[in-house]
């Protein structure tokens, strides 16, 4: 039985990964952050919080890494774990580069001082490509990251890259372009729109407040996309790969798309700062923007290449842009 230990086990992708790495017959151990509890609603939800062996973890600690390390003695590592919210990087620069750029070293350290043929898979993000040198997005596209989170994932790639080569540590990593799910993380615009629309629609709130309804992303499933991660560490050699599904849209389509599956009668009016969404019905300005969501510096256009995948790894993206939306509101109405 194989042996994975995955860091940012409570997160959105740790806990579809874990459901995947089990129903693979992996023995799976998921290093979580203990505050006053560790936080297991994911692995509840996903009915699996009994088959993960937790082990206390921080990706500030370097003893306590190393020690987990140790006891584990794992066949895999994915270091799914940091601070990953964009706009909260903005205010926490200095924490985000200690987490999640410093914490991927302090790992790879541990695996190459302590188990040096532990395979390794780092959790890379088209937030890399930022400002983007060209379109699509492949492994060959320059990074060009707009945000604290951006270049401290940029330095958590390229120190993976420099291990393997350093060091011949097993290590890949996944440039992931956006990916959600009913799991996903409140603070995300996915989340956030279908949480409120549903929400709106039973009554329950009155408006939602977005900041920049342009930016387009290459939004796919979480659940497609782990089984992307575990497949790169099954490849002959490691490697770096694009996940993505190929298509664009804005955060304006993904509202769109919520609003009519939630059978919401709408129409927008104005423009940048001043766009609304009037309910049709109630005459009610239902989606206002505001600055205060609007980012210092904004990734306008992400589009992933992930023909590399596909050709080498026998991975393709399963859910569409609008099934992903569907799954995401309908989970909402169907809540409380
Ligand atoms: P997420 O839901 O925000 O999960 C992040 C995880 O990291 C949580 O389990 C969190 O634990 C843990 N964590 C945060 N700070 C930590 C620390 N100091 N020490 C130990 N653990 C810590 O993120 P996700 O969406 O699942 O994404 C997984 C990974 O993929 C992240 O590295 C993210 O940056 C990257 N990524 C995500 C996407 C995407 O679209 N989802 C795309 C590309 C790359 P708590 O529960 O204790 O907070
Ligand atoms: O924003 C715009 C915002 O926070 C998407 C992380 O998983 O994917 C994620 O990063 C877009 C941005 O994701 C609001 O300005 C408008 O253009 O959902 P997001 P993200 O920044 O793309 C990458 C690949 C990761 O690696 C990250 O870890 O939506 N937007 N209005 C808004 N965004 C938020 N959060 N809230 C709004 O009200």
Redesign the pocket.
Known sequence: MKRALI????????AYLAKHLLNEGYDVYG???R?SNY?TERLQILGIEKDIKIKE????EETNIRNVVESVNPDEVY???????VGASFDTPLYTAE??GL?TLRVLEAIRTISPKTKFYQ?????MFGKVMETPQNEETPFYPRSP?GVA?VYSHFITMNYRESYDIFGCCGI?????SPL??NE?VTKKISKAIARIKKGKQDQLVLGNLEAKRDWGF?GDYVEAMHLMLQAKNPDDYVVSTGETHSVREFVEVTLNHAGINFEWSGEGVDTVAIDKDSGKEIVVCSKEFYRPAEVDLLLGDCSKATEKLGWKPKTKFESLAEMMINYELTLN
């Open positions: 860091t940012g086990i409570t997160g959105q992708d740790g290093a979580a952050r505050n936080n973890f921080e990706l500030l270091n799914l774990g940091a601070q990953s919210f987490v999640t914490g959790a890379s993000s088209s937030e989170y994932k992931l372009f956006n990916h959600e996903r993380g995300f979480a």
